[in-house]
């Protein structure tokens, strides 16, 4: 399986070791025709970016750096499409996210995700999202337990804002995955084989494909060595037997 675009990297602006320019530069490199760059929201603690309102210093970023771009004889950049994304994270039991709706606007690519070290907004999601996640590693169940709120938050999530990916289902913070699978369905939300992390099975996959959902594969890049590298994802969903015409970014030959 081949693909042509990463939807799904970090820059200096948040958590990655590089520059906006840096990995458009490695996507070019690499014959990138698309990437996406998605820093953390504000709400990650000590790895979000400043403020919302950052994202749109990121757009300059990127348009900076795409007019340095030549145009190639037939007439496409590469890459082709650099997108301005977020990988915003969810910050209360109702699904709601570190972004306002005004700044959402203005992107080109939402990704929605758990992760566990996050600033709530309020008492159940401290409760549920933060502490909760923390004392699941130490309780069968209150792991159980987790799981299901996990669940509950996530798929509210899709559902308030129907973004474009969901980011690493199931890492650091369990979820239902075939639940996650159905809300993806419900709402167009690409479902994320992460080769950054690479901690998902095939049975994970085969749980999620059995509602139809819809696969994209990204490499969740904090360094431009990473930037669309992919292959990992690709060898994992054939394992698992899914067509490349269910992965979004996958090059249908």
Same mark, same amino acid.
């Given at each position: 399986m081949e693909f042509y675009g990463d939807f799904h990297c970090h820059t200096t602006y948040s958590d990655g070791r590089n520059t906006v320019d840096e990995m458009i530069e490695a996507a070019r490199k690499k014959g990138l025709a698309a990437l996406a760059i998605t820093d953390h929201g504000p709400n990650n603690m000590g790895t979000g970016v400043k403020s919302a309102e950052t994202y749109l210093e990121i757009r300059k970023e990127i348009n900076k750096s795409m007019a340095g771009?030549?145009?190639?004889?037939?007439? $496409?950049?590469?890459? %082709?499409?650099?997108?301005?994304?977020? *990988?915003?994270?969810?910050?209360?039991?109702? +699904?709601? /996210?570190?972004?306002?709706?005004?700044?959402?606007?203005?992107?080109?690519?939402?990704?929605?995700?758990l992760h566990p070290y996050i600033r709530p907004v309020n008492l159940p999601g401290l409760t549920n999202l933060f502490i909760g996640n923390q004392l699941a590693k130490l309780s069968g169940k209150a792991r159980e337990r987790v799981r299901i709120t996990n669940t509950k938050a996530l798929v509210e999530s899709l559902h308030n804002y129907c973004p474009d990916c969901v980011s690493h289902p199931n890492l650091q913070m369990a979820v239902d995955l075939e639940e996650v699978a159905k809300a993806c369905v419900d709402t167009g939300t690409?479902? $994320?084989?992460?080769? %950054?992390?690479?901690?998902?099975?095939? *049975?994970?996959?085969?749980?999620?494909?059995? +509602?139809? /959902?819809?696969?994209?594969?990204?490499?969740?890049?904090?360094?431009?060595?990473?930037?669309g590298e992919l292959d990992w994802g690709g060898e994992l969903l054939e394992k698992a037997g899914v067509e490349v015409d269910q992965v979004y970014n996958a090059i249908v030959k």
């Open positions: 771009l030549e145009i190639m004889e037939n007439d $496409e950049l590469t890459p %082709g499409q650099v997108l301005l994304g977020a *990988e915003a994270n969810i910050i209360d039991m109702d +699904g709601r /996210v570190d972004l306002p709706r005004r700044v959402i606007k203005e992107l080109d690519w939402l990704i929605i995700g690409l479902y $994320e084989i992460n080769t %950054g992390h690479r901690f998902q099975q095939v *049975e994970d996959i085969r749980q999620a494909v059995k +509602g139809g /959902v819809e696969f994209i594969v990204n490499s969740d890049s904090h360094y431009t060595a990473t930037v």
